[in-house]
């Protein structure tokens, strides 16, 4: 979003407008606004002028407020609404919000207009960062699934949390059964344990772990891999789990 806010005013009446803009004036908000009274200048402006944000009166000639967030729905923009009225009802106020609206504010109450605003664009950044945050996983997901190596990620008490298609392939258990699980159920390996002390220590540290150990797979059958296990951090940089790279034939060792 630029550093000018660009405030797309749906309202029939110029002196209220003008009232509104003025209070928004008195802020420390940058903006520029647009003034539409009707459906075709509305979808015009959704075009040309690109808002920010809406607000809109309730009920204008021939259109409403409710047809304009069906308008915005129907084109899956991700636009803040809020809608300023002289009266509403309880249930009109609750059916807008259900609607999709984010505030309402009553002509008379003005005064936390700013704030509703303020709130309505911070809910909008937080969102987006969250959609921007699961297309991310979803597309490392996406690259992980396609690795030919075992790819499983386990959290501090080895619960699995990802479980590649390799890692099915490789171990005979479904991503399903999988998930949930103790690492050391689904490929039981004294080796892995006589190591564990050894490759958590490295983790602690920021290190990788490097190792090749006799692992076992759902039938029973009884083979070596080679395991690269690294530390998986969260935003609070502490440590949240780890994740291993696996291989069913030898590689030189290399301690990362």
């Known amino acids: 979003m630029d550093d000018i806010l660009k405030i ?11 009232i509104v803009l003025q209070l928004l004036k ?3 908000l940058r903006f520029e606004s647009r003034l539409v009274m009707n459906k075709a200048d509305f979808l015009l402006a959704l075009h040309q002028f690109n808002p920010d944000i809406i607000l809109s009166d309730n009920s204008l000639p021939q259109f409403s407020a409710t047809e304009a967030l069906e308008i915005i729905h129907q084109r899956g923009l991700q636009l803040p609404f809020i809608l300023i009225t002289g009266t509403v009802s309880d249930e009109f106020a609750a059916n807008i919000i259900k609607l999709g609206a984010d505030d309402y ?9 700013p704030a509703a605003i303020n709130s309505a664009l911070l809910k909008k950044r937080s969102a987006s960062g969250m959609k921007l945050k699961e297309e991310e996983i979803m597309f490392n997901a996406s690259l992980l699934a396609a690795v030919g190596q075992a790819i499983i990620a386990t959290d ?10 390799a890692a099915e392939k490789m171990y005979g258990w479904s991503a399903p059964d999988a998930m949930g699980c ?5 490929t039981p390996s004294p080796e892995a344990k006589e190591y564990g002390n050894e490759i958590m220590e490295e983790l602690k540290k920021g ?3 490097s190792g090749e150990y006799m692992v ?21 940089m502490q440590m949240k789990g780890m994740i291993g790279f696996q291989t069913t034939f030898p590689i030189a060792k290399d301690r990362a």
Do not use: C, H
Request: without cysteine; aromatic residues 12%; proline residues 3%.
């Open 8 to 18: 797309l005013m749906l309202e029939d009446s110029e002196d209220d407008a003008e």
């Open 26 to 28: 008195k802020t420390s």
């Open 105 to 113: 504010i009553l002509k008379d109450r003005l005064v936390r207009l």
């Open 156 to 165: 501090l008490e080895g619960n699995v949390s990802y479980w590649n298609g």
């Open 182 to 186: 103790k690492i050391t159920d689904l």
């Open 207 to 209: 290190y990788s772990w």
């Open 216 to 236: 076992q797979r759902k039938d029973g059958a009884i083979f070596p891999a080679f395991v690269t296990i690294s530390p998986i951090y969260g935003s609070d």
